[in-house]
T-cell receptor
Framework: DAGVIQSPRHEVTEMGQEVTLRCKPISGHDYLFWYRQTMMRGLELLIYFNNNVPIDDSGMPEDRFSAKMPNASFSTLKIQPSEPRDSAVYFC????????????FGQGTRLTVV | AQSVTQLGSHVSVSEGALVLLRCNYSSSVPPYLFWYVQYPNQGLQLLLKYTSAATLVKGINGFEAEFKKSETSFHLTKPSAHMSDAAEYFCAVSELGYQKVTFGTGTKLQVIP
């Protein structure tokens, strides 16, 4: 398996624009996580899904952020409208099973909002 | 609520010296504990995890960690640092049956030749 695949790797956008980040989890994994990493706040869990259903979105910072998982092999994180403070590296991770198993991370999307 | 505290945001060691990265946890129930490593411009990779089977856990690349309940600690060690160990290391905690993992703020390890 190619691992967790995120696209794009880098995104530069203007304030106010819509941004969509994409993730393809490892085949067979039933959990998917979206994290945001910044220097100031470290690694924050935004939302996670189990079997395509959102389980906990308490980390989503504002209504400007939304995430979907239409099927087991694809998820999106959307920011609309984007703001400079959303600049960060966004990671997607996936895992299998409910017994606190290892999460496999993608390489991340570096988002810059100017 | 579960949390981890990593002491020291930056640690420098000489090549061949002992590596010790500190992590203390807080959890209302027996925790699951993890150490992840992040190389520049990469995602996180699991080094090792504690799941209550044995208090001394061995991971990849010669790293190990010891769970000490009395000290609520899960420090990461390696007897001899290698240049390739330079990276950022994250301690993390989750609770039995929950996939939600809380990460520490990370410790950047510098290895000096």
């Amino acid at each position: 398996d190619a691992g967790v695949i995120q696209s794009p790797r880098h995104e530069v956008t203007e304030m106010g624009q819509e941004v969509t980040l994409r993730c393809k989890p490892i085949s067979g994994h039933d959990y998917l996580f979206w994290y945001r990493q910044t220097m100031m706040r470290g690694l924050e869990l935004l939302i996670y899904f189990n079997n395509n259903v959102p389980i906990d979105d308490s980390g989503m910072p504002e209504d400007r952020f939304s995430a979907k998982m239409p099927n087991a092999s694809f998820s999106t994180l959307k920011i609309q409208p984007s703001e400079p403070r959303d600049s960060a590296v966004y990671f997607c991770a996936s895992s299998f099973g409910s017994s606190n198993t290892e999460a496999f991370f993608g390489q991340g999307t570096r988002l810059t909002v100017v | 609520a579960q949390s981890v505290t990593q002491l020291g945001s930056h640690v420098s060691v000489s090549e061949g010296a002992l590596v010790l990265l500190r992590c203390n946890y807080s959890s209302s129930v027996p925790p699951y504990l993890f150490w992840y490593v992040q190389y520049p411009n990469q995602g996180l990779q699991l080094l090792l995890k504690y799941t209550s089977a044995a208090t001394l856990v061995k991971g990849i690349n010669g790293f190990e960690a010891e769970f000490k309940k009395s000290e609520t600690s899960f420090h990461l060690t390696k007897p001899s640092a290698h240049m390739s160990d330079a990276a950022e290391y994250f301690c993390a905690v989750s609770e039995l049956g929950y996939q939600k993992v809380t990460f520490g703020t990370g410790t950047k390890l510098q290895v000096i030749p």
